[in-house]
């Protein structure tokens, strides 16, 4: 067996959405269950509200939510049935009903668990989580099997709660949820922390240590972009119509691109420049990182330091 996670360190804030990036198995969930108190650590400090969780007590774990990866709900309940029994172990829950219309509960309420989609599923654990009031929020892979629309829904309301002032930590191994959410980002690889910063300073170091970018634009097919090239510079059409300019792009770049555009009467239908996203630096960062630990011989949850808030 091997070391599952070791020299983690993380700090959450009230106000702010904390994510912790990584692949599957990279121990996202391992971490915040130790945070929880739900999984024994064989060493490091663990804060939680200011205590060990692993000591808690029933006033502390009702100041934390917690929605787990596998729902952890009971298959042959009904959901509002299920949110009302929850609701009853808190002195000052949040309105059930409230929740069940917010997060669109009441479309599937006659359906037992085991029925419900993944979606559903994850939209009546969110609730759960949520009826406490908790000021700490941890939140394990919160988006996984919603739909566009759900997803959105499930934002909304994750930025609504951050601007209440609560704590909120969330895995997730989507980049494009952490870019959209989080203010302040954990990269973990094999059971480390590799990077942390806000989403603008991880794509800010990543750009100028690699000075790439990339421009795109949609116009007639068959153009030819051979001005653009240059040292540095790549050009290339895509698919017929659908062209990138990516490396170090300068605003001369810009400059001769609209020269050509214009000098041959052509307005593109699209237009869009980037610099590296989170899943660029993500994927950078995991490259550099992914020689495997030394196997010891049990498995072991090790945390250096955790405090949440």
Same mark, same amino acid.
């Given at each position: 067996m091997k070391r599952v996670i070791s020299n983690i360190s993380l700090t959450a804030r009230f106000g702010e959405v904390t994510a912790l990036l990584g692949a599957n198995g990279a121990g996202k969930t391992t971490?915040?269950?130790?945070?929880?108190?739900?999984?024994?650590?064989?060493? +490091?400090?663990?804060?939680?509200l200011g205590r060990d969780p692993e000591t808690a007590d029933a006033t502390l774990r009702a100041r934390a939510g917690v929605m787990l990866q596998d729902g952890g709900l009971p298959p042959a309940a009904k959901p509002v049935a299920l949110l009302r029994h929850v609701?009853?172990?808190?002195?000052? !829950?949040?309105?059930?009903? #409230?929740l069940v219309d917010?997060?669109?509960? &009441?479309?599937?309420? !006659? $359906?037992?668990?085991?029925?419900?989609?993944?979606? =559903?599923?994850?939209?009546?654990?969110l609730a759960a989580s949520l009826l406490g009031n908790p000021d700490v929020l941890f939140l394990d892979e919160p988006s996984a099997g919603l739909d566009p629309q759900s997803r959105n829904m499930v934002f909304e309301l994750i930025r609504e709660l951050r601007d209440t002032g609560k704590a909120i930590i969330? $895995? $997730?191994?989507?980049?494009?949820? /952490?870019?959209?959410? @989080?203010?302040?980002? *954990?990269?973990?690889? %094999?059971?480390? $922390?590799? /990077?942390? +910063?806000?989403? !603008?300073?991880?794509?800010?170091? @990543?750009?100028?240590?690699? #000075?790439?970018?990339?421009?795109?634009?949609?116009?007639?097919? +068959?153009?030819?972009?051979?001005?653009?090239?240059?040292? +540095?510079? #790549?050009?290339? =059409? #895509? %698919?017929?119509?659908? *062209?990138?300019?990516?490396?170090?792009?300068?605003? &001369?770049?810009?400059?001769?691109?609209?020269?050509?555009?214009?000098?041959?009467?052509?307005m593109p239908t699209s237009l869009h420049l980037a610099s590296q996203s989170l899943e660029d630096v993500f994927l950078a960062i995991s490259a550099e990182t992914s020689p495997e630990p030394v196997p010891v011989p049990s498995v072991r949850a090790g945390v250096t330091e955790t405090e949440l808030p």
């Amino acid at each position: 067996m091997k070391r599952v996670i070791s020299n983690i360190s993380l700090t959450a804030r009230f106000g702010e959405v904390t994510a912790l990036l990584g692949a599957n198995g990279a121990g996202k969930t391992t971490t915040i269950e130790c945070a929880q108190g739900l999984q024994r650590r064989t060493g +490091g400090t663990v804060s939680l509200l200011g205590r060990d969780p692993e000591t808690a007590d029933a006033t502390l774990r009702a100041r934390a939510g917690v929605m787990l990866q596998d729902g952890g709900l009971p298959p042959a309940a009904k959901p509002v049935a299920l949110l009302r029994h929850v609701a009853r172990m808190f002195a000052n !829950p949040l309105d059930v009903d #409230t929740l069940v219309d917010r997060l669109g509960i &009441g479309d599937f309420a !006659p $359906t037992t668990i085991r029925r419900l989609s993944g979606g =559903q599923k994850q939209r009546v654990s969110l609730a759960a989580s949520l009826l406490g009031n908790p000021d700490v929020l941890f939140l394990d892979e919160p988006s996984a099997g919603l739909d566009p629309q759900s997803r959105n829904m499930v934002f909304e309301l994750i930025r609504e709660l951050r601007d209440t002032g609560k704590a909120i930590i969330l $895995t $997730t191994h989507l980049l494009d949820d /952490a870019q959209r959410l @989080a203010d302040h980002v *954990y990269i973990v690889n %094999r059971g480390e $922390t590799v /990077a942390d +910063g806000t989403v !603008p300073e991880l794509l800010s170091a @990543a750009t100028s240590a690699q #000075t790439g970018r990339t421009l795109t634009f949609e116009a007639d097919p +068959g153009l030819d972009t051979s001005p653009l090239a240059r040292p +540095g510079v #790549t050009v290339e =059409q #895509t %698919r017929p119509g659908s *062209y990138r300019l990516s490396g170090a792009l300068e605003p &001369g770049d810009v400059r001769r691109l609209g020269t050509l555009l214009a000098d041959r009467g052509i307005m593109p239908t699209s237009l869009h420049l980037a610099s590296q996203s989170l899943e660029d630096v993500f994927l950078a960062i995991s490259a550099e990182t992914s020689p495997e630990p030394v196997p010891v011989p049990s498995v072991r949850a090790g945390v250096t330091e955790t405090e949440l808030p």
